[in-house]
Nanobody
Framework: QVQLVESGGGLVQAGGSLRLSCAAS????????MGWYRQAPGKQRELVAE???????NYADSVQGRFTISRDNAKNTMYLQMNSLKPEDTAVYYC??????WGQGTQVTVSS
């Protein structure tokens, strides 16, 4: 029933910033947890950041202090602000809501 659409990916130089958006077709308030995952070539999909409907957040150690996840329940949109990007951040980034809803993914490429 719920569809998720990511946007904001692209190419950026190391040290630059991007903001990813995840727009939901329905209200997101009913989902306790939403998150951003990423998958680099040859690696498993990993959790980057998650946020509850109450605003509690958790981050992967690799992005702590550089990325910020936020959630606007009124706009049914989740964001990932990515600062101080590194080449190691290059991956396809996916929006997730609950265990079963996924976006199509958006490519983030960081050049050195």
């Amino acid at each position: 029933q719920v569809q998720l659409v990511e946007s904001g990916g692209g190419l950026v130089q190391a040290g630059g910033s991007l903001r990813l958006s995840c727009a939901a077709s329905g209200i997101i308030f009913r989902f306790n947890a939403m998150g951003w995952y990423r998958q680099a070539p040859g690696k498993q999909r990993e959790l980057v950041a998650e946020i509850t409907k109450g605003g509690r957040t958790n981050y992967a150690d690799s992005v702590q202090g550089r990325f910020t996840i936020s959630r606007d329940n009124a706009k049914n949109t989740m964001y990932l602000q990515m600062n101080s990007l590194k080449p190691e951040d290059t991956a396809v980034y996916y929006c997730n809501a609950g265990p079963q809803f996924w976006g199509q993914g958006t490519q983030v490429t960081v050049s050195s």
